[in-house]
C-alpha cells in the first residue's frame, strides 16, 4: 500500500539548477568582485558535488585566484553561499523558476485524497520556502507532513540521511513510501533506506544511470516514454493513480542512460 509522496526539490519539483542555482551562484561571484563563472557544461559537472558550499570548496581548486588557506576558503565558501541564497530567493520571486509541469496538480490531487506528503531534500531550507512559497502559498508547509532539508542532517545525498529522518517523522516504514526523483544520488539515497523510487528525469541528469526504480520517465507532464508504460487512462499527464499502480506491481526497471 502507498501511503506517502516524498518529494525531491532539486530538478524534481522544478528545473532549479541551471536557470536558478547556476545563475544565482555566478550573481554573489560578481557581488564579492570575483571573475569566475560557471556556465551550463561546468555547472552540470559541478552538480556530480551534493551540496552548494561543498560544491564551492570544490571548483576553488580549480581557480587560481581562490584563497590559499583552507579556512579562508571555508569562510569565503560560506559568505558565496549565502549571497547565492539570497540572489536564488530573489530571482524565484521574480518569477525567473517555475514548477515542473504537472508537479502542482499531482501535490494537489495527493492531499485532495488524503495521502501523506513529505519534502525530501538536502537543498537549504531558505531554497525551498523561496520555491515552495511563491508557487504553492505562504502556507505551503502545512501541505506536507515533514519537510527534511540540508540542515536537518549531516550527510547529503546520496547517503540515506534524509530519507531516514523522513521515514521516523512520518512514523511509516519505507516500503508505504514513494520518493520522486530526478538523480542517480537521489534514487541512490532512497534505495539506501529501503524506499521505492520514481525518477523523473531533469535537464542536468536524463542519461543518469538509474537502478531498480518503479518507474522512470521524462516528466510528470506526459504519458509517453515511461518504462514500465503507464495503464491507458484519458489523461494526458501522470496521476497519483498510476504511481499507486506502479507502486503496487514493483516491477523494477534500470536504465543506463
Known amino acids: 500500500m502507498l501511503s506517502a509522496l516524498l518529494w525531491d526539490v532539486d530538478g524534481t519539483l522544478a528545473e532549479t539548477e541551471r536557470d536558478g ?87 494537489d490531487e495527493a492531499n485532495a485524497r488524503g495521502m501523506q506528503q513529505a519534502i525530501v531534500t538536502t537543498t537549504s531550507r531558505a531554497n525551498v520556502q523561496a520555491l515552495l512559497g511563491r508557487h504553492l502559498g505562504p502556507d505551503w508547509e502545512s501541505r506536507f507532513a515533514a519537510v527534511v532539508c540540508g540542515e536537518d542532517v549531516e550527510r547529503k545525498k546520496p547517503d540515506p540521511e534524509a530519507y531516514h529522518c523522513a521515514l521516523a517523522a512520518l512514523r511509516l516504514p519505507a516500503i508505504e513510501t514513494l520518493a520522486i526523483e530526478d538523480s542517480w544520488n537521489g534514487a541512490h539515497a532512497a534505495r539506501l533506506a529501503g524506499v521505492p523510487v520514481l525518477v523523473t528525469r531533469s535537464v542536468y541528469f536524463a542519461d543518469d544511470p538509474i537502478d531498480a526504480a518503479v518507474a522512470i520517465g521524462p516528466g510528470l507532464d506526459t504519458r509517453a516514454g515511461w518504462r514500465p508504460a503507464p495503464a491507458p487512462r484519458a489523461l494526458a499527464h501522470i496521476a497519483l493513480d498510476d504511481l499507486i499502480d506502479w507502486h503496487a506491481r514493483m516491477e523494477l526497471v534500470s536504465a543506463t542512460r
Request: with cysteine; proline share 3%; aromatic share 6%.
Open 21 to 107: 542555482h547556476r545563475v544565482a551562484f555566478n550573481q554573489a561571484f560578481a557581488e564579492h568582485g570575483l571573475a569566475w563563472r560557471w556556465d551550463t557544461e561546468r555547472y552540470g559537472r559541478l552538480l556530480r558535488i551534493t551540496g552548494g558550499r561543498e560544491r564551492l570548496l570544490a571548483a576553488m581548486q580549480e581557480e587560481a585566484d581562490a584563497p590559499a588557506l583552507p579556512g579562508e576558503r571555508e569562510a569565503l565558501a560560506l559568505a558565496l553561499h549565502q549571497a547565492k541564497n539570497r540572489c536564488y530567493a530573489r530571482g524565484v520571486q521574480e518569477g525567473a523558476i517555475a514548477l515542473r509541469p504537472a508537479v502542482a496538480s499531482l501535490i
